[in-house]
């Protein structure tokens, strides 16, 4: 009888991996896209490399060995081109050509009753992202210019504490790092600081975000399968939806505080720049308040951890590389007598401080994997090929950052590639897009260069670094979408003046 029932399940299973194997590996519409068989069968390769964190170098593994087009699920892409693939999957729609979507797979369901830019639709997004680009404009950022150096000088005088405090046991730069863009950010979309830098420690709040970020491949893999999400949904835990619904109303409640108060004079944040362009209408030419909360949000997650990702992989590639490490410091103590002398349109004119920002996002982008869009209907055009609608397809940013086809000596940290050095000429400057490419690119890009100038510029001007035995290998790390950061020890010593 056992033998019976054990016939019943095995024979029409057999038949299912039989049947799928030779439709997926001979009749899908990817099927002569190169990749692993196991991957172009199920997804399943795929999810047991992100849950593990290992999705990032899994990834980049199978363009050497596939090339710059690689079939890594049934219905997904990644590629890895000269530049190309970006214009093609995350350009802007044309006459005959639709925009690919946003993934709500890979970005989860909205946090609120409405959905964030980031998942908006295609006319949703456009009309927010034209009300909140003032706030991002070089105009804005002078007005803001106060603030980021106020913040500045807290995390120089947090550090210098930090330094005499712990001595040869090192500073965390990771986590100074991110209390410093966590309190500038807050400031921007709240009115107010967290505090973190003052308390040195993580609010609640904070660890929350970073949890629901690690978290993000399980959700992937729940919000893929739909009867899982249903089922999973039903089971899950009623002190988790609590946390989720109380961690969002904890930044909504600070968005209506900031709108009940009212402007700070002098001291320009995000809502008031915004309700100044006349931000705040119904209709097609403003946003609603449901959707200042979606985005307040996103800035909290967008703006803090990013920069603070670029600027410890910056510290740490400037540490084991001593001699790019003289040329800066050499650069900035040379063009500023005293801190208050750095403005940011100063510090946009130090060459090396640039190009070695830039070399840090080419070996240590913040998002090191892919972020998928999703082939509309009718299909699209990528590098030549019809790609079949609902096909998830995205440029993975390490492996086009770190493919020799792209860029000579790519496990090198070398700043000169952007000075204009000649051994450079042939670098495919066009696969590099660390902010993402066309309409729905980092709003935040911008600010983005000018926080990280102005921290990079302010801390190697008053300290000397060095790193603790102890991260020498920080960069082995695993990716949950951001990289899962060690801590960064280093010990600091304060330049005399
Ligand atoms: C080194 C720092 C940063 C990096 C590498 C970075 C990277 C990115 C990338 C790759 C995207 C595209 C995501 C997608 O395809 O959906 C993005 C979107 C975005 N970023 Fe940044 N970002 C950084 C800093 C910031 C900052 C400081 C802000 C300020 C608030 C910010 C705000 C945003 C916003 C609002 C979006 C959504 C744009 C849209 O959907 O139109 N980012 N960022």
Not at 13 to 22: D, E, K, Q, S, T
Not at 393 to 419: C, D, G, I, Q
Request: charge should be neutral; aromatic fraction near 10%.
């Amino acid at each position: 009888m056992a033998f019976l029932s054990y016939d019943v399940l095995s024979v029409p299973l057999l038949a299912y991996v039989i049947g799928n194997f030779i439709y997926s590996t001979q009749f899908h519409p990817l099927h002569e896209f190169p990749g692993p068989v196991s991957a172009a069968c199920s997804r399943i390769p795929y999810w047991i490399a992100a849950l593990k964190g290992d999705s990032c170098p899994w990834l980049v593994k199978l363009h050497a060995r596939y090339g710059p087009v690689v079939r890594f699920g049934p219905n997904d892409l990644s590629y890895a081109d000269n530049g190309q693939a970006w214009k093609d999957i995350c350009g802007p729609e044309t006459k005959g050509r639709k925009e690919n979507g946003q993934s709500a797979v890979f970005f989860g369901p909205p946090k609120g009753p409405v959905h964030s830019m980031i998942t908006a639709n295609r006319s949703d997004h456009a009309r927010v992202r034209r009300v909140l680009a003032p706030a991002f404009s070089e105009r804005a950022l002078r007005q803001q210019e106060p603030l980021f150096n106020k913040y500045a000088d807290i995390l120089v005088a947090a550090l210098r504490e930090e330094a005499a405090a712990n001595g040869e046991k090192g500073v965390n730069l990771v986590q100074m790092f991110n209390f410093c863009t966590f309190d500038i950010m807050s400031d921007l979309t709240f009115g107010e600081p967290l505090g973190l830098l003052e308390q040195r420690q993580y609010t609640h709040w904070v660890e929350l975000i970073f949890k629901s970020i690690t978290i993000m491949p399980v959700v992937q893999v729940t919000e893929y399968y739909p009867l899982l999400r249903s089922i999973l949904r039903l089971l899950e835990p009623r002190w988790i939806r609590d946390t989720r619904v109380a961690h969002f109303k904890h930044s909504t409640d600070r968005v209506d505080a900031r709108i009940a108060r009212g402007d700070r004079p002098g001291q320009p944040d995000i809502w008031s720049l915004v309700l100044a362009a006349g931000g705040k209408q119904q209709g097609d030419r403003g946003m609603s308040l449901d959707e200042m909360h979606a985005n307040a949000e996103v800035f909290m997650t967008a703006g803090t951890e990013t920069s603070a990702t670029l600027l410890s992989g910056l510290c740490y590639y400037l540490m084991v590389n001593p001699d790019k490490m003289e040329k800066i410091t050499g650069e900035i103590r040379g063009a500023f007598a005293k801190d208050d002398d750095m403005s940011l349109e100063a510090l946009v004119a130090l060459p090396y401080l640039n190009a070695c920002i830039e070399e840090a996002l080419r070996v240590y982008p913040p998002l090191p994997d892919l972020i998928p869009r999703i082939i509309p209907e009718g299909g699209n055009v990528i590098l030549d090929k019809w790609i079949a609608p609902g096909t998830y397809v995205a440029v993975h940013h390490t492996a086009s950052y770190r493919s020799p086809a792209n860029f000579k000596n790519p496990n090198t940290f070398a700043p000169e590639r952007w000075l204009g050095d000649p051994e450079y000429k042939d670098d495919q400057r066009e696969a590099f897009h660390p902010f993402q490419y066309g309409p729905r690119n980092c709003l935040g890009q911008n600010m983005a260069y000018h926080e990280m100038r102005l921290l990079a510029a302010k801390v190697l001007f008053n300290f000397d670094l060095e790193l603790c035995a102890e991260s020498r290998n920080w960069t082995e790390q695993k990716v949950f979408i951001l990289w899962d950061k060690k801590p960064l020890m280093c010990k600091l010593r304060a330049v005399t003046k």
